[in-house]
């Protein structure tokens, strides 16, 4: 028996929702399974691709899905980013609390919302200017407290910042690498990409060079089935489903899940002010992310179609 259409419509919405609930669930245990594996940034990130690369390469293959030359080259500059971003962010973690490089991690809305002004002429409104100025504030309110009762070192806050630089380069330089490439083809390319990225940084830069670590493995490979193959799996499937802006809201919960699972299991500080702080960041970033996608779609609306 099918379902009315708009019945079917409303419950494959209700279960994209839910889907992105769930990716953003397993993005917020990053960074206490990153920070308990106890292993360098490139290291870790290294491996993690490697993995993440193999599992999306087996659904390629289980599928008969094929990988052109096409499809690498436009994943060369993105693959690279994405993995100095993960070094960086997973070294940085061993310098701050997870809920400190989580949360300076999602102002990459407002530090995108700069260079875009910047570089591309994009126009900054009251409310998105609002929007950044309450989400700095609320990273504050966080950070502060926290800085020296959690042991958080000023390495640690640069590298966090370094993280979020790289992955609005990322977004940036990738704004329309996926024109064309389906989901899977292109996350098996950027993890590939990645992962032979940080080749020389592992090799060179740790004592082990290539060799497996000795320890952390179950850590490891948490982080790449978790976040890595799960969480992205989840959001390429819901993005068919919902809304971009709904996903974009959700996804802002992120920051709050991370902190939590860092209170939880690693017993760092989470003091009202911090929740506080959380709150503000939350609502400013999802109020921002909104006005964005709205601002996004009206542009399209907008755009005049050549029919030649």
Not at 57 to 75: E, F, N, P
Request: charged share 10%; aromatic share 8%; proline share 4%.
């Amino acid at each position: 028996m099918k379902l009315p259409a708009r019945l079917e419509q409303k419950s494959s919405a209700a279960l994209g929702v839910l889907a992105i609930l769930a990716a953003t669930a397993c993005w917020s245990s990053g960074g206490v399974l990153a920070k308990s594996a106890e292993l360098p940034g490139a290291v870790l990130a290294f491996w993690r691709l490697l993995i993440v690369a193999a599992v999306f390469g087996l659904i390629l293959l289980v599928t008969r899905r094929r990988i052109t030359w096409s499809m690498l080259r436009s994943s060369l500059l993105g693959g690279l980013l994405f993995g100095l971003n993960l070094a960086v962010w997973f070294e940085a973690l061993r310098h701050t609390t997870v809920g400190i490089a989580t949360i300076t991690a999602a102002l990459v809305p407002v530090m995108a919302l700069i260079v875009g002004n910047r570089i591309f002429n994009e126009r900054i409104t009251g409310t998105a200017l609002g929007c950044a100025a309450g989400a700095i504030g609320g990273v504050v309110l966080f950070v502060v407290p926290g800085f020296a009762a959690s042991g958080t070192t000023m390495l640690g806050l640069v590298l966090s910042f370094l993280a979020m630089g790289l992955w609005v380069c990322y977004l940036f330089a990738t704004k329309r690498a996926r024109v064309g490439v389906g989901a899977i083809e292109y996350l098996f390319c950027m993890a590939s990409v990645a992962a032979l990225s940080l080749i020389p940084f592992v090799a060179l830069m740790t004592d082990h060079g290539l060799t497996p670590p000795d320890h952390g493995w179950g850590w490891i490979l948490a982080l790449a089935l978790i976040p890595g193959s799960l969480g992205h799996g989840l959001l390429a499937w819901a993005q068919g489903h919902v809304p971009l802006s709904t996903a974009g809201i959700l996804l802002q919960g992120e920051p709050i899940g991370a902190a939590i699972a860092g209170a939880i299991f690693l017993n760092e500080a989470l003091g009202p002010i911090q929740g506080l702080g959380l709150f503000v960041a939350f609502i400013a970033l999802t109020v921002l992310t909104r006005a964005t996608n709205r601002e996004a779609a009206a542009a399209a609306a907008s755009t005049p179609v050549s029919i030649i």
